[in-house]
């Protein structure tokens, strides 16, 4: 037995602009997305922050960017993140953190927003915590030239210095590092 589908010109016609209006609004739906920016959020509290326990972090909106869900509920944040790539930039960053010496708990949300330039492509945003300051530094992709780098004994010891701006620059002291928070304003874009 044979089988023979007719299909008129008015039906294909029908089929061939509801695939294409299916189209548009799979490429509209992907453009309309958030915008990715190629940069990096970071922190490492096993090494810079050794008196912390982070207990939450999230930076924007985006789920790769915050502890996961599973370790809040076990309790037990990862103590470093290291994201490069593009992904959305965020307008904020929650932090929040133990002492473990005194047991005291806190928590800091940091408008970026106001305080980020508007091109971070290929920048690093990095958080340190001293005691119940967050700082949080935006290095920059460019290497400075001359290099101020000081000698390998010199970083070693501005490495393990309470400072969090001794530790930032012993990690990167090769790029430009500005510190936006605690109180910086948004920096000027050079024209």
């Not at 039906?11 to 294409?20: G, M, S």
């Not at 309790?75 to 290291?82: A, E, H, I, L, S």
């Not at 290929?122 to 001359?146: A, M, T």
Request: aromatic share 10%; with cysteine.
């Amino acid at each position: 037995m044979r089988l023979t589908i007719k299909l008129r010109p008015a039906f294909l016609r029908w089929l061939a602009w509801l695939i294409l209006g299916l189209a548009l609004v799979g490429l509209s739906a992907c453009a309309t997305g958030p915008r990715l920016t190629d940069h990096a959020f970071s922190f490492d509290a096993r090494w810079d922050s050794k008196d912390v326990e982070v207990l939450d972090y999230r930076y924007g909106d985006y789920v790769m960017t915050r502890a996961p869900a599973y370790q809040l509920r076990q309790g037990q944040v990862g103590q470093m993140t290291n994201i490069n790539g593009p992904f959305p930039r965020g307008d904020t960053l929650y932090v929040k953190w133990r002492i473990k010496s005194t047991e005291e708990i806190f928590e800091d949300t940091v408008d970026l927003k106001s305080r980020l330039p508007d091109d971070i492509t290929r920048h690093r945003i990095y958080f340190i915590i001293k005691g119940p300051q967050l700082n949080v530094y935006l290095i920059s992709p460019e290497k400075l030239n001359p290099n101020p780098c000081p000698p390998r004994e010199e970083l070693r010891r501005l490495g393990v210095s309470d400072a969090p701006d001794d530790r930032i620059f012993s990690r990167y002291c090769y790029r430009k590092i500005i510190t936006i928070y605690p109180d910086q304003p948004k920096p000027q874009e050079s024209k």
